[in-house]
């Protein structure tokens, strides 16, 4: 594969990355030793990714890509914060990522205990499991005064609720993406089939 340099090339190797993991027919591109040596020195990531911790999201595994090839952050429930807009911000100035991906997934369990904590059914004991919640809360709130009540509704809400927030934070996410030199694409990975959705883009992949 020739790195992908602009947002349409990118977007291109993450679909066809992860039609082959849904075919069954992986590659595993890029996992060798001579490749691993090659690019201890530098790496050139062709694309950023932020998604949910969830084990089961394993980028580079449902996107059949290597080493060196994404730029992965990841959090519980993909949840916007100082430390995630310094990363993709990173990748992004720094080695010129031309595409961020922002993945949730269905069934997310950080969406579904900020469900269940909306309806006083959560009882989580660490401080910090609430402070996600919180983080969620505002979606989940949306999503019920527009009358959305399922979780991958209210997944695909929050997907675009972190884009808008990322891009209304980051002025530099927000001039690339004016300038063209950058796409951010919000999608939703189906755990069973292994088929990522997109459901939102910002500036051109196609
Ligand atoms: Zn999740």
């Known amino acids: 594969m020739i790195r992908p340099t602009n947002p349409v090339q990118a977007w291109q190797a993450i679909v066809e990355g992860n039609r082959r993991f849904v075919n069954g027919e992986p590659a595993h591109p890029r996992q060798d030793i001579d490749h691993r040596e090659d690019i201890a020195e530098r790496q050139t990531p062709f694309a950023a990714l932020f998604g949910c911790a969830d084990s089961r999201l394993s980028a580079e595994i449902i996107f059949d890509v290597g080493l060196g090839d994404l730029f992965v952050v990841r959090n519980a429930g993909q949840v916007i914060a100082e430390t995630i807009l310094g990363s993709l911000e990173y990748a992004v ?62 997944t695909a809400l929050h997907i675009k609720d972190t884009i808008q927030e990322m891009i209304a934070r980051s002025s530099l996410i927000q001039s690339r993406i004016q300038s063209g030199k950058l796409a951010v694409v919000g999608a939703n990975y189906a755990l069973s089939l292994g088929e990522v959705h997109p459901l939102q883009v910002v500036g051109i992949v196609e």
Request: proline residues 3%; hydrophobic residues 45%.
């Open 93 to 154: 100035e720094v080695l010129k990522v031309p595409l961020i991906l922002v993945l949730g997934h269905d069934e997310c369990g950080a969406i579904r205990a900020t469900m269940d904590a909306q309806e006083g059914k959560m009882n989580a004991e660490g401080t910090y499991i609430h402070n996600l919640v919180e983080r969620i809360t505002p979606t989940v709130l949306e999503a019920k005064a527009a009358g959305f009540h399922e979780i991958d509704e209210i």
